[in-house]
């Protein structure tokens, strides 16, 4: 295949109709210039102009590949021009993965403001509270809470926030179990995130790095958070919650936390990229958008 750097080179020459100014348009020296026609003659094994210290003109054959170099570095520069536009304004498709939790109580309400802003691109999530491998099944990007370090190499790690996971209750219930102190939290009643039987235990932390464990007895187990978050409500039991997915009902009253100022844990929410090199400008604008916005949403909750 011809070099498309010597195609240009000869359209432009074509064009200025001496290789002093072709060679100051393109901005490589006349000598060069001089040397890229020869080897763009020799592997046609024709002449393609013919040139006298009088003379400068296309050959038959240089016309005829005059037309064609010029269609090519005309293509060149409108794949040029829309690559930058599509850049500068992504367009595309993304597919990401995400607990349904997390979807619901964090994601959705950015999702939506995000589309507003990208009207050219489209996103299909999958609400998931498995381990999704990214790149054998064709996501482009992931979100997941972890207490340790990500320990897979092939994927990249971009931390969001931190997580305040914690005890929640309805008022009633509380005021049913008499539960004022640590010590009256065992043996209450546990909504978890989790399916194991029997006694849950938790390690609690407070003030000044302070530990305690409790025991709650299990009473629901799902993966489902809003799931948990009903049944606190409806006074079946102390749900352990992430903190912004019970926020509204912190605010109005249906549920207050269980000893404030204790948590179970805090995690960190990441956003799981199987590369970081040549994103899709799509891809790159929603996680640089998620890495803006999640920790504005999240600010001031740790803590509290």
Known sequence: MLDLNDLYYFATLAERGSFTAA?????????????????????LDLRLIDRTTRRFALTEAGEKLHHYARSAVQQA??????????????VGRIRMTCPQGMLRSLITPLLVEFMDRHHGISIDVVASSRYVDLIAEGFDMGLRSHENELTDSSLVARRLATLQIALVASPAYLASKSAASLGDINGLDGLHMDTSNGLATWTLHGPNHRQS??????????????????????????????LHACLDELAQGSLIRVLPGWEVSRRTLS??????????????????????????????????
């Open 23 to 43: 060679a100051d348009a393109i901005g490589i020296p006349k000598g060069t210039l001089s040397r890229r026609l020869k080897t763009l003659e020799s592997r």
């Open 77 to 90: 520069k409108f794949a040029e021009a829309d690559l930058l536009s599509w850049k500068s304004e992504p």
């Open 213 to 242: 464990t409790v025991h709650l007895q299990h009473r629901l187990g799902s993966d489902d958070i809003f799931l948990l978050k009903a049944a606190a409500i409806a006074g079946q039991g102390v749900a352990v919650l992430p």
């Open 271 to 304: 956003l799981i990229l199987p590369t970081t090199k040549g994103l899709m400008p799509a891809v790159r604008a929603w996680a640089d958008f998620l890495a803006e916005r999640v920790p504005v949403m999240l600010e001031g909750l740790v803590g509290r």
